[in-house]
């Protein structure tokens, strides 16, 4: 029992009492010997030696049933050796170095369970079954495949089954998807969806034990135990230093015939550098990642960070912002944008469904004034009406008779194209406009992956329960190798495995579903800051901020903490191999060698504080100015971009022939002079020149500043457009086709810089992020908006 109680201490965090018994051995025998109290001293430093070498042996004991002979293995022999012939405080200074070691190992990989407890908590536990009138509540267990099952409101489906009647649900914890999905009679239901409509009622098709939610649970308690102990930096550093110990080591005995000379040898080549320096580069890994917040949950999981070159991504929520929002919003004609936006807003404040409070959001953000809606009615799957200001407007789905009109056949393609859901706005039963919303990506997204080439990532993946075409709109942009859509946690789990065969695996993700690939990763990344328990549960990385490019920030400092652990432990073992020869030819005792290895030990841990600074190579320092101009710039971007629509609808009146074209025209230009021009000179004289020493060069905004010169031009030549115009009592013909090329090509163009400009510069600074939304469950209503 003894025995057993050594080999499982490292689990008990018994690390930080060994080691301070180990300093207090040290401490009490140094004190006696000053006094004199030779005998007194030694009993404290054997006593010190003791206390680390019983621990120390079951350390070695259990790495030699995991087939590993680890760098602790001459640590003991040091130990044994120095009580062996009698150099007690030399065997009290390895057992300190041993057990600080150990200690700092122990902070660095205290780790959260992996119990998956949320993914336990979501689980539903009862079931509403009916029998004729009447309706029981029974436990999970109890329910048998053709049981009628009743789902209520925000209630979790229990089991796998098939819908009697439609439905609305919110399959998110599924599949990441934020946007409720409807289905219809006859309709397959997983277990783990939310019922985010009206009551419903369904067939059980699969007992609890064999429905889609506990197959979750199960392939990530069975990922999370496949994966094999990590092996340490040190250990694998020992790998070749041990052998070369012995030998040396033997042959000094042999040479000299003493062995003293053999323990001297031991004692200088006690792996100090790999117990101390190693470990203390990767605790200020650690602690500095934190900081940015990245809570890297052990040291080897960083020290496999630092080695990855395959990133497998979720979408939702990890390249995109993971929730909808408003993208555009049409109007038909003798409508205006903030007359249609402010009307759907008005209403939809009373909504608690996802679309309508992306819909509110961006009202809010445009600074709408919003009217308070009576006589509000939601009917979950379509819509919501109520009455406003007297007049009856209606947000959701439309008649399909009622969407004949050009415009609103214009606005079903745009959504098609956009891949965007559509909220249709009718005012007293006349459509008006329609809202588009899908989920966008991460402002920070091109650069974070960019970074990430740079850092070692040599394979991108991106795994997605999201449909193929926005899957692979994404993957375009971002420049992934490779996609795969409408993927099942199961399916997830097995393409990572397959990547993980071939290369250190990384797999970042924020939902339910993302768990069991998290857990099957080399190392698995959370995006906690959306709180998704689960995947932060089964997570060796948790970001807790929303912010992707944080990744890129933990690789860094991972390969930067690993560079120096090993830049460390060489140097270290250098010194250690040079004191080794020394000690066998005799001109280096036992205690001197020992005191010369605690100085190799602080000349390395020194160098590994390194790590808590950063690699001076990747630090972008931002000066306050530079951050606030950044904040002022990036707030001048979201009140611009709407506006640029004008340069389209603009184009659009001109190819229509609409007599208003030359009005609008006008409008168009005076946005360019009066807000647009402006904008883009104090970004070219006040941002740009103080982006250049935190990019290193002025050149870095060169091409942006080419682009802003060819924005000039092309405004310029639309004013002398205008001016012809007025001179020709209107818009002659062969001004037309040069006019759309110079409003279409300016919306394109400005529509590409803007995005450039928020992906390179804007992300350097920690600038305000949307927050994410916390949407109860419970509380859901559905709507279909497509």
Not at 100 to 126: C, I, N, Q, T, V
Not at 317 to 343: F, K, N, S, Y
Request: hydrophobic fraction near 50%; charge should be negative; proline fraction near 4%.
């Amino acid at each position: 029992m003894i025995f057993r109680n050594l080999l499982t201490a490292r689990h008990v965090s018994v690390e930080p009492l060994l080691a301070g018994a180990t300093v207090f051995a040290l401490t009490a025998g140094g004190i006696a010997w000053l006094t004199k109290s030779f005998a007194v001293a030694d009993g404290f430093w054997i006593a010190g030696t003791v206390i680390a070498l019983a621990p120390a042996v079951a350390w070695v004991v259990a790495a030699l049933r995991h087939g590993r002979v680890g760098v602790d293995l001459i640590a003991v022999l040091s130990l044994l050796g120095t009580l062996a012939v009698g150099e007690y405080l030399a065997g009290s200074l390895i057992a300190v170095m041993l057990a600080g070691g150990r200690a700092l190992e122990a902070a660095a990989e205290r780790r959260a369970s992996k119990d998956l407890r949320a993914l336990l908590a979501h689980a539903p536990r009862f079931a509403r079954r009916r029998i004729g009138a009447e309706v029981t509540v029974v436990p999970l267990a109890e329910v048998a495949v053709d049981d009628l099952l009743l789902v209520g409101t925000g209630e979790v489906v229990p089991v796998d089954g098939r819908l009697l009647g439609p439905a609305v649900l919110d399959e998110s914890m599924l599949t990441g998807e934020p946007l409720h999905v409807e289905r219809t009679a006859g309709e397959p239901v997983r277990s783990g969806a939310v019922n985010a409509g009206s009551s419903f009622e369904m067939r059980a098709t699969a007992t609890a034990a064999e429905s889609t939610y506990a197959g979750i649970v199960r392939l990530a308690e069975q990922a999370s135990a496949e994966n094999a102990p990590i092996v340490r930096l040190a250990d694998r550093l020992a790998a070749w230093f041990l052998p070369l110990t012995l030998v040396t080591a033997g042959v000094a005995w042999l040479v000299s015939g003493t062995a003293v000379r053999a323990v001297a040898v031991l004692v200088v080549a006690t792996p100090c550098p790999l117990l101390l320096a190693a470990p203390v580069a990767i605790v200020s890994g650690l602690s500095r990642a934190s900081r940015l917040g990245v809570v890297v949950r052990s040291g080897a999981a960083l020290e496999n960070l630092g080695s990855a070159t395959t990133l497998v991504l979720d979408k939702t929520g990890t390249l995109t912002i993971g929730r909808p929002a408003v993208v555009e919003v049409l109007t038909a004609p003798g409508h205006d944008v903030d007359e249609v936006l402010g009307a759907a807003a008005s209403v939809d404040q009373m909504s608690a469904h996802v679309l309508a409070e992306a819909i509110v959001t961006e009202a809010l953000a445009r600074g709408l004034q919003l009217t308070l809606p009576e006589q509000v009615v939601e009917e979950p799957g379509e819509g919501v009406h109520a009455t406003v200001a007297g007049r009856k407007v209606r947000v959701g789905k439309l008649p399909t008779n009622a969407l004949d009109a050009a415009w609103a056949k214009a606005a079903l393609n745009r959504a098609r194209l956009d891949s965007a859901a559509i909220a249709w706005v009718s005012v007293d039963g006349d459509p008006v406009g329609a809202v588009l919303l899908r989920d966008p990506l991460r402002r920070d997204a091109p650069r974070t992956i960019r970074r990430l080439r740079i850092a070692g990532i040599n394979r991108l993946v991106m795994l997605t329960g999201d449909r193929a075409e926005p899957a692979r709109e994404v993957a375009t942009v971002l420049g992934l190798d490779e996609v795969y859509a409408q993927q099942s946690p199961a399916d997830k789990v097995a393409a990572v495995r397959e990547e993980r065969e071939a290369a250190v695996t990384v797999m970042v993700g924020d939902g339910v579903n993302d768990a069991p690939a998290l857990a099957a990763a080399s190392v698995g990344v959370a995006m906690g800051a959306r709180g998704a328990t689960a995947s932060s549960e089964a997570a060796d990385v948790v970001l807790t901020t929303n912010r992707l490019d944080r990744l890129a920030d933990a690789m860094d400092i991972a390969r930067w903490s690993r560079r120096i652990a090993l830049q460390s432990a060489a140097v270290g073992m250098s010194l250690s191999l040079i004191a080794m020869a020394i000690a066998a030819i005799g001109w280096l005792p036992p205690a001197a060698g020992a005191l010369l290895q605690e100085g190799i030990d602080v000349a390395v841990i020194l160098n590994a504080l390194r790590a808590l600074k950063g690699n001076p190579a990747t630090e972008v320092e931002l000066a306050a100015e530079t951050e606030e101009l950044l904040r002022r710039f990036a707030a001048e971007h979201d009140e611009l971009r709407d506006a640029i629509g004008l340069l389209r609808d603009c184009a659009d009146s001109l190819v229509s022939g609409d007599p208003a074209a030359l009005q609008l025209l006008v409008k168009a230009y005076s946005f360019l002079t009066d807000k647009l021009l402006p904008h883009e000179r104090a970004e070219e004289l006040q941002l740009y020149p103080s982006l250049a020493r935190p990019l290193g060069s002025g050149e870095a905004t060169a091409t942006m500043s080419r682009t802003h010169a060819e924005i000039q031009r092309l405004s310029d030549r639309i004013g002398t457009h205008i001016a012809l115009a007025k001179a020709g009592n209107g818009i002659q013909q062969d001004q037309v086709e040069d006019l759309l090329a110079c409003l279409y090509g300016l919306y394109a163009l400005l529509q590409l810089h803007f995005v450039q400009e928020e992906e390179n510069y804007f992300t350097l600074a920690d600038l305000d992020q949307p927050t994410e939304p916390n949407h109860d469950a419970n509380n859901k209503l559905g709507r279909s908006q497509m």
